[in-house]
């Protein structure tokens, strides 16, 4: 049997009852470290399993599949996932491949950040398409994330901005050798985030004739920082003083919300804001 088991957001122990017992029970068990990462690390959760993690990082999982899924017909096999197995499409492949290998598969879900960013108190049913912010750099700074958040508050909806994580990524100049060299893991933060924003802001002036919604620096956002976990932080604030706002150690999300809230959404989001968001 191959399972696919969610970890939850935060502490080792956020991993459910059954989850826990599959773990303990398995021959091999991997851990993806790549689309996200728990707060607590890899000894702490080897500590409250009582066994050994074998790290997936982007390459194997990616590149060598087969590997993890072997003798998965014989004996049960985890793949460990932050937040919920289905958070990623990655996920979704390894399983089909399991599937195509005519093996037996389970999914154990747990939390994800796509249904705990409703502890802000924005309504999880007022949430638009999902977008993802990359990392630019010199050459490259794309910008496609920014007609879906214009769509959604169009729409009247809330924008979930998933930000960039880079862990154990190829150097460009490695990439021409034999021998890999790998960037510093690198985790976006909500002030980056802004900055990007802010400039795609600036290219891209409304024009909208029908005076629909649109993403300004004046904007109300809302940035998350390791949503689950006891450290947890939430403020809400313009886009413009995001861009200026530490909200500490990885993981963060962003919220565009829509222009309008519910009356109970600007009361429970009020206690996160500086602003009066209830005028």
């Known amino acids: 049997m191959f399972y696919i088991i969610g970890?939850?957001?935060?502490?080792?122990?956020?991993?459910?009852?059954?989850?826990?017992?599959i773990i303990k029970q398995c021959?091999?068990?991997y851990l993806e470290s790549y689309t996200s990462i728990l707060c607590c690390g890899q000894e702490k959760l080897e500590e409250f399993y009582g066994r050994k993690l074998i790290l997936?990082?982007?390459e194997m999982v990616e590149q060598r599949a087969d590997e993890i899924l072997e003798g998965a017909d014989k004996h049960s096999v985890a793949f460990l996932v932050v937040g919920d197995p289905f958070g990623a499409t990655t996920h979704t492949d390894l399983l089909l491949r399991a599937r195509e290998k005519g093996l037996q598969t389970s999914v154990v879900h747990n939390a994800?950040?796509?249904?705990?960013v409703g502890c802000c108190g924005l309504q999880l049913y007022h949430f638009g398409e999902t977008v993802s912010i990359p990392y630019w750099d010199e050459n490259w700074k794309p910008d496609s994330f920014?007609?879906?958040?214009?769509?959604?508050?169009?729409?009247?909806?809330?924008?979930?901005c998933l930000l960039d994580i880079k862990v154990k990524e190829p150097t460009l100049?490695?990439?021409?050798?034999?021998?890999?060299?790998?960037m510093p893991p690198r985790f976006m933060s909500v002030s980056e985030a802004a900055t990007q924003?802010?400039?795609?802001?600036?290219?891209?002036?409304?024009?909208?004739?029908?005076?629909?919604?649109?993403?300004?620096?004046d904007s109300l956002v809302v940035g998350l920082?390791?949503?689950?976990?006891?450290?947890?932080?939430?403020?809400?604030?313009?886009l413009r003083e995001m861009k200026d706002t530490d909200l500490g150690s990885p993981l963060h999300s962003l919220i565009i919300p829509s222009a309008v809230l519910h009356p109970l959404e600007s009361e429970f989001l009020q206690q996160f804001a500086e602003l009066d968001l209830q005028k």
């Open 146 to 160: 920014f007609g879906k958040i214009a769509a959604n508050l169009k729409q009247g909806h809330h924008t979930l």
């Open 225 to 238: 920082a390791r949503i689950g976990h006891a450290t947890q932080k939430i403020f809400a604030c313009s």
């Open 7 to 21: 970890l939850g957001l935060g502490d080792p122990d956020d991993v459910t009852v059954k989850g826990l017992n």
């Open 173 to 182: 100049e490695s990439l021409m050798k034999k021998k890999r060299e790998y």
């Open 56 to 58: 997936a990082d982007r």
């Open 27 to 29: 021959e091999r068990v």
């Open 112 to 116: 994800s950040i796509m249904n705990a």
């Open 197 to 217: 924003l802010l400039e795609v802001v600036k290219q891209n002036p409304s024009t909208d004739k029908e005076d629909a919604p649109t993403l300004t620096e």
